[in-house]
């Protein structure tokens, strides 16, 4: 027993001996590589400010078509949705009875010629009589009343005359309105534009309140769209530059674009025609009023559309990526790296957005810094990284 108690010390102390002669230490943690970011640099250039709106299209001139006279419509003349020029008739009223009247007032003027002829017949003989008894009453072989009596005559068919003469002006008066009354039995297009559906059926009766269609001038076209009391002013500063103190005669200094409803790019580029006079106060916004070309009326009033248009030319813009800045407590930030690969962390106030950058200003920030761009998530501030140019920054 005593025997197998020694063996066993013997074991443990040659244990601790080998042990010992080795010379070897628990092992010891590492430092962790630094973290892999993607970075770009800071960019300052010039770059334009752009605004877009909703917009909606009307015609440059919209013109209703109405009667002048009241009858049965008796033909419609154009087709619905066509092209229709200044002064051709697109629909026709009953004449018959514009006819008759017509007639009727050339009869009364023509009876009133005759009653100026018989006026001057009557004129001429009171003055052969006043001319015959003149002498005779001076030298007393008439009574003198008798000349007073021609003479009153003379007076009294000369009025007759004048009166007479009133008549055919107001029977030409008549007749000239008759036949424009006759005239406004085809009734005619205002202007160039296209013509609508119509808005009654033959044989209805109409009359001067009556809109048989409407014609839309579309070529050019305009578009409405409202922008805010801070864009008008930015946009108004731009336009008194270029084009004089009076906006209202703005140009094609301010060029628009027009995205239609199929996202295609309309390839015509608007003006401004003009702003309206006041700025909606429950709104803050103020409409403008702008003008495209439209050739093959290919627009039509009532599209809707995107209008866009530069405001303002900011001048040595810093843009950084969108994608760099954070947003923590309605705080905006970005990392930098700096010497020795060292982040810091810069609060930023970021402006309008340009393509895939942000403008920022603030923060300390110059052209050329390094910006994390991606795995800001991995960084915080004084810490150290293993950057790499961003391609994807670099591109856009």
Known sequence: MKRRFFAAIALAGSTLLLVGCTGESAPVARAPAPPQVLVTPVEQRDVPIYGDWVGTLDGYVNA?????????????????????????????????????ALDQARGQLAQAHGQLAQAHA???????????????????????????????????DEAQVKSAQANIQTNEAAVEQAQLNLGFTHVRSLIDGIAGTAATQIGNLVGPTTVLTSVSQVDPIKLYFSISEQEYMALAGRMRTSA??????????????????????????GRIAFADRQVNSETGTIRIVGAFPNPG????????????????????????????????????????????????????????????????????LRAGDRVVSEGTSKVRDGAAVAPKPDPGAQES
Not at 84 to 89: E, R, S, T
Not at 260 to 267: D, H, K
């Open 122 to 156: 009557q004129l001429g003989l009171a003055i052969i009589n006043v001319k015959r008894d003149t002498p005779l009453a001076a030298a007393r072989a008439i009574a003198q009343s008798q000349l007073d009596n021609d003479i009153q005559a003379q007076a009294q």
């Open 64 to 100: 209703n078509i109405q009667p002048q006279v009241s009858g049965y419509l008796i033909r419609q003349n154009y087709r619905e949705g066509s092209f229709v020029h200044k002064g051709q008739v697109l629909f026709e009223i009953d004449p018959r009875p514009f006819q008759a």
């Open 244 to 269: 004089g103190p009076d906006l209202l005669r703005v140009n094609s200094a301010v060029p628009l674009q027009l995205t239609l409803a199929n996202e295609t790019i309309y390839p015509h580029q």
């Open 297 to 364: 009326n290919v627009l039509r009033p009532g599209q809707f559309g995107r209008v866009r248009a530069m405001t303002a030319m900011r001048k040595g813009a810093l843009l950084v990526p969108q994608r760099a800045v954070t947003e923590l407590q309605g705080r905006y930030q970005v990392a930098v790296v700096g010497a020795g690969n060292r982040v810091s962390i810069r609060t930023v106030q970021p402006g309008d957005r340009v393509g895939q950058n942000w403008i920022v200003s603030g923060g300390g």
